[in-house]
């Protein structure tokens, strides 16, 4: 199963844009990434997901490198509610089919 | 659409007791899955089905049962309550059949066994 590297903890100011990293390197050639974010202890939140093209929506950009093998998560404009922990996670296949296998996630704060 | 609905929000259980968290979801999807996420720390699978009648063991199936018998519900089972078992969890459900196919989050369970 392709896992997930991420960092434990990350800063940013509100306003500036915030980049989370990951790590996927043994990811699959048809395998997703996904993002979530989950704030205090509520369910988690989709945000966005991508195969190889960067992607953007209304909460976030994409960047996925050409080798696959980590992406960005890029927040343009960081406010003091996107304080959360930030998960990516890549589609995995499991014997009777797919499942979502989720890392430790990355806790960000963003700083007035 | 109601989308996924977990039921209890809030519960205490006494070690040896038993219970069941309900989930529910009304978007006909295949795919359900339930998590577990302790103070601090990640997600955790538990158990997943990819439609009735068919469930397979996650990452930390120890203590839980599940059941399938319809599309719309997956309830997770347990049978005698542990102090390790105090966790928050959580129900998802997606339409499967594809990668391409974003997940549905229930608000979660908030489980203490005393």
């Known amino acids: 199963d392709a896992k997930t590297t991420q960092p434990t903890s990350m800063d940013c100011a509100e306003g500036r844009a915030a980049n989370l990293p990951c790590n996927h390197s043994?990811?699959?050639?048809?395998?997703?990434v996904y993002w979530y974010r989950q704030i205090h202890s509520q369910g988690p939140q989709y945000i966005i997901h991508?195969?190889?093209n960067n992607e953007t929506n209304e909460m976030a950009s994409l960047i996925i490198t050409e080798d696959r093998k980590s992406s960005t998560l890029i927040l343009p404009h960081a406010t003091l509610r996107d304080t959360a922990v930030y998960y990516c996670?890549?589609?995995?296949?499991?014997?009777?089919?797919?499942?979502?296998?989720f890392g430790e996630g990355t806790q960000l704060t963003v700083n007035p | 659409n109601a989308g996924v609905t977990q039921t209890p929000k809030f519960r205490i259980l006494k070690i040896g007791q038993s219970m069941t968290l309900q989930c529910t979801q009304d978007?006909?999807?295949?795919?359900m899955y339930w998590y577990r996420q302790d103070p601090g720390m990640g997600l955790k699978l538990i158990y997943y089905?990819?439609?009735?009648?068919?469930?397979d063991k996650g990452e930390v199936p120890n203590g839980y049962n599940v059941s399938r018998s319809t599309t719309e519900d997956f309830p997770l089972r347990l049978e005698l309550a542990a102090p390790s078992q105090t966790s928050v969890y959580f129900c998802?459900?997606?339409?499967?059949?594809?990668?391409?196919?974003?997940?549905?989050f229930g608000q979660g369970t908030s489980l203490t066994v005393v």
């Open positions: 991508g195969l190889k």
């Open positions: 998802l459900s997606n339409r499967g059949g594809g990668l391409n196919t974003e997940a549905f």
């Open positions: 978007m006909n999807h295949n795919y």
């Open positions: 996670i890549v589609r995995v296949d499991g014997t009777s089919g797919s499942r979502l296998t």
């Open positions: 089905s990819v439609g009735a009648g068919i469930t």
């Open positions: 043994t990811i699959s050639g048809n395998e997703y």
